[in-house]
């Protein structure tokens, strides 16, 4: 997906009629066996946008992973309508993913996530870097080190709503320093969904083989 899509300080965290939040999980006691039909911890503004997401909610669902394809090892060009100009790499930043516990357990048993489920992708640039490939040394050793926030996209199942995209929709807050956008409308098939069609349809649209944890999960 390009770099305007996917996700951070909103007004609340409840759903309003003023607009559409990330939702609070419930209390594990009173969560009940999720089926294909899961209800969405967003909802849709009037217009068909949607909030951006509360880090104090999405930071506690399962972190998945965080793929880096840093500046100093592309030799692109992107992102040229972003805020700082160019990028070499499409996505220069960490991309942290989070989604909720209970569709990340109904992928590893069917291998397709629920109706309804949130993915959120906060983004981070590399730690000031001190080398040309973008890296820099620490005591741990000479490395990539996650920097200052720097976007959040998001990507929602709707099956009736995002039928045209395989289920799925787009959205994104910026990809570039706090603040971000408030809101979002779906992001175009040809800047976000397009590329997920082309290289990960039948992993229910998303990149599965960067997260071990959904990717490498248990047959049985």
Known sequence: MKKHLFWVTIVGVGL??????ILPAKPVAAQTKQSSTNQSSVAFNADGTVN??????????????????PEGLNNGKFNCDQPGGCTKSNFPEYHHVYIEQKNVDAYLKTGDFPEGTV?????????????????????????????????????????????????????????????YEKTSAERPAAECAGCHIANVA???????????????????
């Open 202 to 220: 039948d992993t229910d649209m998303t990149y599965i083989q960067f997260y071990p944890m959904l990717r490498d999960k248990d047959p049985k």
């Open 52 to 69: 951006v997401p509360d880090p104090h909610v999405f930071r506690r669902w399962v972190f998945v992973g965080a793929p880096l394809t």
């Open 16 to 21: 309003t009629t003023a607009g559409a939040y």
């Open 119 to 179: 993915i959120v992708k906060e983004l981070t640039r590399v730690l000031d870097p001190k080398f040309p490939d973008g890296s820099r040394k620490e005591p741990s050793g000479r490395g990539y080190f996650n920097g200052a926030y720097n976007g959040i996209d998001m990507s929602i199942k709707d099956s009736k709503r995002f039928a045209k995209t395989n289920g799925w929709g787009f959205f994104t807050y910026g990809h570039h320093p706090l603040p």
